[in-house]
C-alpha cells in the first residue's frame, strides 16, 4: 500500500474554546493511539493533511511527531458540519506483526454485458473495509464486471481477493447493471425478431 509522510507537533489537552482558535491557525487536532503507547496529543498542518483526506486513495501515514516516527492509518475523521473542513482526526498504529484493518478503494474494470445491452451501471460503493498484514495491503481492489448481466449485482459477499479478509458487511452491493427503458425495447425487438 502506498505510504505518506505527515509532520506533527505535540500538543496539550486544551479547552474546547481554544481550540477554535488553534483551527484559525490552520491546524488541525489529532489524537495517535494504539497497542504499547499512551495516547499522543498532536496537531498537523491542515493544507498538508488535504493530501490524506481529498483523494479517493488509502495511505499508511508515516507520522514524525517532533521527531518521533510512528507508523499509522487514518482512524476516524470529524467534519464541521458547515465547511466540511477537518477538524479533528484519530489515528492508529499499526505494525507488521497484526493484520491492519483500513478501507481500500474500488476499480471497476471491464465492460458489462448489460451495459452493453443497453443497462445502466449503478455503483453504490467505492471503497470496502478489509484486513490484512501490513505488507500485504494492496492499493485498490479490482473488480472486473464484463460478465455482469441487465438486472444483475455484485455485492461484497460476491468477492474474494488473495491474502486479503473482507471486513465490509457481505450484503454491500458493490455495483449493479439496472434495467433502463433502452434495454427494454431491445429486448422487446429481439424477441419480436425471434417470432
Same mark, same amino acid.
Given at each position: 500500500?502506498?505510504?505518506?509522510?505527515?509532520?506533527?507537533?505535540?500538543?496539550?489537552?486544551?479547552?474546547?474554546? @481554544?481550540?477554535?482558535? !488553534?483551527?484559525?491557525?490552520?491546524?488541525?487536532?489529532?489524537? *495517535?493511539?494504539?497497542?504499547?503507547?499512551?495516547?499522543? +496529543? %498532536?496537531?498537523?498542518?491542515?493544507?498538508?493533511?488535504?493530501?490524506?483526506?481529498?483523494?479517493?486513495?488509502?495511505?499508511? !501515514?508515516? +507520522?514524525?511527531?517532533?521527531?518521533?516516527?510512528?507508523?499509522?492509518?487514518?482512524?476516524? +475523521?470529524? %467534519?464541521?458540519?458547515?465547511?466540511?473542513?477537518?477538524?479533528?482526526?484519530?489515528?492508529?498504529?499499526?505494525?507488521?506483526?497484526?493484520?491492519?484493518?483500513?478501507?481500500?478503494?474500488? !476499480?471497476?474494470?471491464?465492460?458489462?454485458?448489460?451495459?452493453?445491452?443497453?443497462?445502466?451501471?449503478?455503483?453504490?460503493?467505492?471503497?470496502?473495509?478489509?484486513?490484512?498484514?501490513?505488507?500485504? *495491503?494492496?492499493?485498490?481492489?479490482?473488480?472486473?464486471?464484463? =460478465? +455482469?448481466?441487465?438486472?444483475?449485482?455484485?455485492?461484497?459477499?460476491?468477492?474474494? %481477493?488473495?491474502?486479503?479478509?473482507?471486513? =465490509?458487511?457481505? @450484503?454491500?452491493?458493490?455495483? @449493479? !447493471?439496472?434495467?433502463?427503458?433502452? $434495454?427494454?425495447?431491445?429486448? $422487446?425487438? @429481439?424477441?419480436? $425478431?425471434?417470432?
Amino acid at each position: 500500500m502506498k505510504e505518506i509522510n505527515l509532520n506533527g507537533q505535540s500538543r496539550e489537552v486544551i479547552k474546547k474554546s @481554544a481550540m477554535k482558535a !488553534v483551527r484559525k491557525e490552520g491546524k488541525i487536532p489529532c489524537v *495517535l493511539y494504539g497497542q504499547g503507547i499512551e495516547n499522543v +496529543l %498532536f496537531y498537523v498542518n491542515a493544507k498538508e493533511f488535504k493530501a490524506v483526506t481529498h483523494t479517493p486513495n488509502s495511505y499508511i !501515514v508515516n +507520522l514524525n511527531i517532533d521527531g518521533k516516527e510512528y507508523k499509522s492509518i487514518v482512524h476516524s +475523521l470529524q %467534519f464541521h458540519p458547515v465547511t466540511d473542513e477537518t477538524i479533528h482526526a484519530d489515528f492508529l498504529i499499526v505494525s507488521d506483526k497484526k493484520p491492519v484493518t483500513i478501507d481500500v478503494p474500488i !476499480v471497476i474494470t471491464g465492460n458489462s454485458e448489460g451495459v452493453k445491452q443497453g443497462g445502466k451501471l449503478l455503483v453504490s460503493s467505492r471503497k470496502l473495509k478489509i484486513c490484512a498484514p501490513l505488507d500485504k *495491503l494492496p492499493d485498490t481492489l479490482e473488480i472486473d464486471i464484463t =460478465s +455482469l448481466q441487465l438486472g444483475q449485482t455484485i455485492t461484497a459477499k460476491d468477492l474474494s %481477493f488473495d491474502n486479503v479478509q473482507i471486513v =465490509s458487511p457481505k @450484503a454491500t452491493i458493490i455495483c @449493479a !447493471v439496472k434495467m433502463t427503458r433502452a $434495454a427494454l425495447g431491445n429486448a $422487446a425487438a @429481439a424477441a419480436a $425478431a425471434a417470432k
